[in-house]
């Protein structure tokens, strides 16, 4: 199974931009759909984005549609996740997770995931 690992969160301040990374090791990762999620302190984890292996499809969740853009390199085993107009309702750990079908927005769908990266935008 991939390993994965993110890369990229800080902190910025509100309408900045930050550009996550999620780096897979042990397996090619184009084997793999991969999504992000994020969990903020006393919430649960929420659906972020996802893209298929090839990048052919990509989805959003309601609150990061038309500001974040996921993308992935597969020759550099990557999934990219480009953040603007970051606000602090962004604020939280941000987890890249995989699975060899598509995933979709279900968290449960997906058996691989990485220690995560934290975010944290300011007012």
């Known amino acids: 199974q991939v390993q994965l690992v993110e890369s990229g969160g800080g902190v910025v301040q509100a309408g900045g931009s930050l550009r996550l990374t999620c780096e897979g090791t042990r397996d090619f990762l184009s084997n793999y759909a991969v999504a992000w999620f994020r969990q903020a302190p006393g919430k649960e984890r929420e659906f972020v984005s996802a893209i298929a292996k090839r990048g052919e499809t990509t989805d959003y969740g309601v609150s990061t549609r038309g500001r974040f853009t996921i993308s992935r390199d597969n020759a550099k085993n990557t999934v990219n996740l480009q953040m603007d107009e970051l606000t602090p309702d962004d604020t939280a750990v941000y987890y890249c997770?995989?699975?060899?079908?598509?995933?979709?927005?279900?968290?449960?769908?997906?058996?691989?995931w990485g220690p995560g990266t934290q975010v944290t935008v300011s007012s």
């Open positions: 997770a995989a699975v060899r079908g598509y995933g979709h927005h279900f968290q449960e769908n997906y058996p691989n």
